[in-house]
Each structure stands twice: as structure tokens, then as C-alpha cells.
């Protein structure tokens, strides 16, 4: 374990004094155990929705609007960073031939969970996590080098890297996405993840 950190019975692991944290969230499915567990232990989240790979701009609009929507049922705090999507293109310039869980989606980690970082210090919160360290068909390993990268970046910002897999959230998000009847997408976001998952299903 860390030093500085806490393990709590579920197995999460907890920075010693954290009350507050930005919650970097890629999309409501995913962050709706983590929010749901984070209340439940005197944690205090407020959602950061910036995810500018997202394409196109409709699949955007739907996947804000149900991460607005559980924010908002749950009566914490929510945050819509814009879309932004030509700048997050010239950011992965180069890696769009990447395969997912490359370089571009290493890349496109670090460009958004910077932007956490500094919304997170403008806002006077110390900590930020992501979402992303829910999902099964990201990698750890790149998530938690682009958290640490991001807070080396911006001073005074602390990246709280968990992998939010474990405790049974990753079973408790199933139960949350049938209970919120969520739109649950079938790729991870940006055209060049959508085009790799239509060539493997087809």
C-alpha cells in the first residue's frame, strides 16, 4: 500500500484526508458505482465531463445528457467542459492509426485528465480521479501514467489513482445501468475507435 493511503473494507484505497475530489467521468454507466460508493464513505464528487474525443457530436450530446441527468438526480455537482473535438484531434495528431489501447488512447488519456487537473485546482479541489479506471477495456497502467503526468503538470493538483474495478463496483455498475435505464455506448468514443469496433464486428 502507499504511504499515506487507507484501505477501507472494500478495498478501495482512500489518500488520508481526501473529503472532496473531481471526478473526471467519461460517461454515466461508468461513474455511477463510483459516485454511489464515494457517497456512501463521506466522499464528496463533483463530476468533470470533459471527453472532446467523443464522435460524433450527437453520440457527445446523449452521453452528457445522461451523465447531466444522474448528477443532477443525485444533487452533487456537475461540470460540462465543452466538446473541443478539432483541438483534442490535433492533440492525437499522428496516432490515429493507433489500435485501442495504444498510443492514442494513452495520449488522449493524458490530454484529459491534464484538463481535470487544472479544473480541479481552479476549483480549490485538491484531489481528481477518472471513470476511466472502470472500464475493462482500458489499461491501468496507461490511466495511471497520465493521472501522475497531469498532476506533475499542474501544481497543487493530486491525481488519487484507484482502479475502481475492484469492491464490486464493477458489478455494481450493471445493476446502476438497468436501474437508470442508461444509454450504454458500444465503442469508447472518438471515430477512430468507432471505425476499430465496426471492423471487428462486421
Not at 484538463?115 to 482500458?138: M, Q
Request: hydrophobic share 35%; proline share 3%; glycine share 8%.
Amino acid at each position: 500500500m502507499n504511504k499515506g493511503m487507507s484501505k477501507t473494507k472494500s478495498s478501495i484505497e482512500v489518500p488520508d484526508g481526501l473529503e472532496r475530489v473531481l471526478l473526471h467521468a467519461c460517461c454515466a454507466p461508468c461513474s455511477s458505482a463510483i459516485v454511489e460508493w464515494m457517497l456512501a464513505n463521506g466522499i464528496t464528487p463533483t463530476i468533470y465531463y470533459y471527453n472532446p474525443n467523443i464522435y460524433p457530436r450527437e453520440e457527445y450530446e446523449i452521453r452528457k445528457a445522461e451523465s447531466k441527468r444522474h448528477a443532477e438526480s443525485l444533487g452533487i455537482g456537475w461540470i460540462d467542459d465543452d466538446w473541443r473535438h478539432e483541438e483534442w484531434l490535433e492533440g492525437v495528431c499522428g496516432l490515429e492509426g493507433e489500435p485501442e489501447r495504444g498510443l492514442r488512447c494513452a495520449r488522449c488519456f493524458e490530454l484529459r485528465l491534464t484538463a481535470a487537473a487544472r479544473k480541479a485546482v481552479e476549483l480549490g479541489i485538491n484531489w481528481f480521479s477518472t471513470t476511466l479506471a472502470s472500464s475493462r477495456w482500458k489499461r491501468l497502467d496507461q490511466i495511471e501514467s497520465a493521472g501522475h503526468a497531469a498532476e506533475s503538470a499542474v501544481a497543487g493538483a493530486r491525481f488519487w489513482a484507484q482502479n475502481w474495478r475492484r469492491g464490486g463496483l464493477q458489478e455494481r455498475r450493471g445493476q446502476l445501468l438497468k436501474e437508470y435505464a442508461f444509454y450504454n455506448q458500444l465503442y469508447c468514443g472518438c471515430e477512430f475507435s468507432m471505425n476499430q469496433s465496426k471492423t471487428r464486428n462486421s
